[in-house]
């Protein structure tokens, strides 16, 4: 497969075709990671560098897993305990990765636009794992494919995203990508949590829970991203559930075969309810902390046949 860029710092601004392309290629690394096989050998002799600026479980995890089945040398710099702690600038750090002559960096920052400035500081291709509130490109992957594998396309679906959209970088990604594949998408949330912008990115917005799922192939629901908030933009956590948490109730006016998503971590009892989340066959969440694994090892694969080997 041919992808046209460096770098994966964003969905916004890709093409179905290479949108397609790499859910194709990470549909190939699902069945292979099902069969116990690897490969090993795909990255021998690259350097995979996790850099995270916030805390992460799913992400760094899985591109660390990743890395190490296609046969990456694997770092994790734990800012916490590194120079950045000291006062280091991000040009600084881009500096030192340089000198260390790193393939490929995973970045997650606070703010929007940190991996895109590293990106043109420092030689190795750069992945966007999540920057502020503005995209998270391989969760949408991963969302895409899990969403493909379920319902066979994406074209034509109704998928409503609901909660906190107006702080989440997955929405932003999601909606980008899925109404670039054809999907009809709806955020679903109180006023104060559905952004300006909504419109503009060709989505429909709805304030009523029930509205919002009527007919829905998927429900993709969003923690309450409370550190990005300002004071008073939500209820309390019982009253957010009560109007706008994902119950049985609520979930029985989307299609009888919709599919639950939720990228992690849940709060329960707050956007979800458990019996929901744990679903035996609505909830889709642990396969997509397995797709996470698979679209993370085709992004690393298509940007390391963009690198020029090491003479």
């Known amino acids: 497969m041919t992808y046209p860029r460096k770098h994966l710092l964003a969905i916004e601004g890709l093409e179905p075709p290479h949108i397609a392309d790499l859910l194709d290629l990470a549909e190939s690394y699902a069945l292979l990671n099902r069969s116990g ?6 990255l021998k002799g690259r350097t995979l560098i996790n850099l995270f600026f916030e805390d992460s479980t799913r992400t760094r995890t899985s591109f660390e897993l990743a890395g190490k089945r296609l046969g990456a040398d694997v770092i994790n710099m734990s800012v916490s305990t590194s120079s950045v702690n000291k006062g280091e600038t991000l040009l600084d750090t881009a500096s030192t990765l340089n000198a260390m002559h790193c393939d490929l960096l995973v970045v997650r920052h606070g703010q929007s636009g940190a991996p895109s400035l590293l990106s043109q500081k420092v030689d190795a291709a750069v992945i966007n794992a999540g920057d502020g509130t503005h995209e ?3 969760q949408a ?3 895409a494919l ?4 379920h ?4 074209e034509g679906l109704i998928v409503a995203i609901c909660g906190d959209i107006a702080h989440s970088r997955v929405a932003r990604s999601n909606m980008h990508l899925l109404t670039t594949m054809g999907s009809r998408v709806r955020v679903v949330g109180p006023p104060t949590l559905i952004p300006a912008e909504a419109a503009r990115l060709g989505v429909e917005a709805f304030h009523d829970m029930k509205a919002g799922l009527a007919g829905a192939d998927v429900v993709m629901m969003l923690r309450l991203q409370r550190e990005r908030m300002s004071g008073g933009m939500v209820p309390s956590a019982r009253e957010f559930f009560r109007f706008y948490g994902l119950d ?9 075969d919709s599919i639950v998503m939720h990228p992690g971590p849940m709060n329960r009892g707050v956007e979800i309810d ?4 744990d679903h035996p066959t609505r909830s889709v969440i642990g396969e997509q ?3 996470g694994v698979a679209c993370r090892m085709a992004v690393l694969d298509v940007l390391a046949r963009g690198l020029r080997r090491n003479v």
């Open 151 to 154: 319902k066979g396309r994406l």
């Open 141 to 143: 992957l991963l969302d």
């Open 37 to 42: 096989k690897t490969q090993r050998d795909l």
């Open 146 to 149: 899990t969403i493909r594998r």
């Open 289 to 291: 902390v397995e797709m």
């Open 136 to 138: 998270h490109p391989t």
């Open 248 to 256: 049985a109730e609520k979930l029985a006016f989307a299609k009888p």
């Open 274 to 277: 458990s019996a929901i989340a």
